[in-house]
C-alpha cells in the first residue's frame, strides 16, 4: 500500500483515543490518530511522527497520524492498514491461485476480515494489527480484546465445520525476531489462541517493511503461543 506524500511533525501530546497534539513547523495542531488502541510505548512527547492528508476536506482535523519513529525505524499505527495489506498479501500469491476473495464475510456470530477459496479449500481469515514491540517479541493485543477472544473462538468453530481457518498477525514494523501473546495485558486473548492453534486454526505472523513510500508485508515470523 502506497502513501500519496506523508509530512512530518513533533508528538506533544494524546488527547483522547482519536486525536492527537502534534507540532508541524512550528505550529500546534489537532490531528486524527488512526489508532485506538493504547500506543503507549509509542506515541511519546518529542518523538517524530509522520501524517497523511485527510481525503475528507470537510472533516476538522486536516490530518492522519499514520506512523511514528521508534528506535531508528518507522511503525505504522494506522489500524486500517492490515486488512488491506492481508489482501494484497494473497492476492499477490501468498497461497497459490486465489480463485474467489471477498472482505468482511459473517460465519456465525462474527464477521471475519477475509474469505478466501483455492485449491478446492474454503477458508476464513481474521487479521491483526501489531504496534508493540516487547524487547524484539512482537505481542498482541496492547489492550484487552473481549472482540478480539470472540473471533478466536468463532474461527474454532469454523475449522470444526471444515473451513480452513487463519489468524494472520500482520506486525506493523521491522525489528522483531518472534510473535507471542500478550499474556500480562489479555491473558484470555493467548488461552484462546492456545486452544485455537491446537484445534487446528493456522496462525502465522508476518513483519512489514514500512517507509515514507508506503507499507508492504515483508517476511514471515515465528510464532510462540
Not at 4 to 23: C, G, Q, T, Y
Not at 45 to 69: C, H, I, Y
Not at 103 to 121: A, I, M, N, P, W
Request: hydrophobic share 40%; glycine share 10%.
Amino acid at each position: 500500500m502506497r502513501y500519496p506524500k506523508l509530512i512530518d511533525a513533533s508528538f506533544v501530546k494524546r488527547n483522547n483515543r482519536f486525536s492527537a497534539e502534534v507540532m508541524i513547523e512550528g505550529v500546534r495542531e489537532t490531528v486524527h490518530v488512526k489508532n485506538t488502541g493504547r500506543l503507549g510505548e509509542l506515541l511519546l512527547p518529542g518523538v517524530s511522527v509522520f501524517l497523511e492528508k485527510a481525503q475528507n476536506p470537510n472533516r476538522k482535523t486536516a490530518w492522519d497520524l499514520v506512523a511514528v519513529m521508534k528506535d531508528g525505524g518507522m511503525v505504522s499505527i494506522d489500524s486500517q492498514l492490515p486488512n488491506a495489506l492481508a489482501q494484497e498479501w494473497l492476492a499477490g500469491g501468498a497461497f497459490g491461485e486465489i480463485t474467489y476473495l471477498k472482505r468482511e464475510k459473517t460465519f456465525g456470530q462474527s464477521r471475519f476480515d477475509l474469505y478466501f477459496e483455492y485449491e478446492g479449500k474454503r477458508a476464513f481469515m481474521e487479521v491483526k494489527g501489531v504496534t508493540l514491540n516487547d524487547g524484539g517479541t512482537a505481542r498482541f493485543p496492547d489492550a484487552p480484546t473481549e472482540r478480539g477472544v470472540k473471533h478466536v473462538r468463532e474461527l474454532i468453530r469454523a475449522a470444526g465445520q471444515g473451513y480452513e481457518a487463519w489468524i494472520l498477525f500482520v506486525i506493523q514494523m521491522k525489528g522483531v525476531a518472534r510473535m507471542a501473546p500478550n499474556w500480562r495485558t489479555h491473558r484470555e486473548f493467548g488461552e484462546a489462541l492456545k486452544e485455537a492453534k491446537e484445534k487446528g486454526v493456522h496462525i502465522r505472523a508476518m513483519d512489514c517493511v514500512v517507509s515514507r513510500e508506503g507499507v508492504r508485508i515483508d517476511r514471515e515470523v515465528l510464532v510462540e503461543v
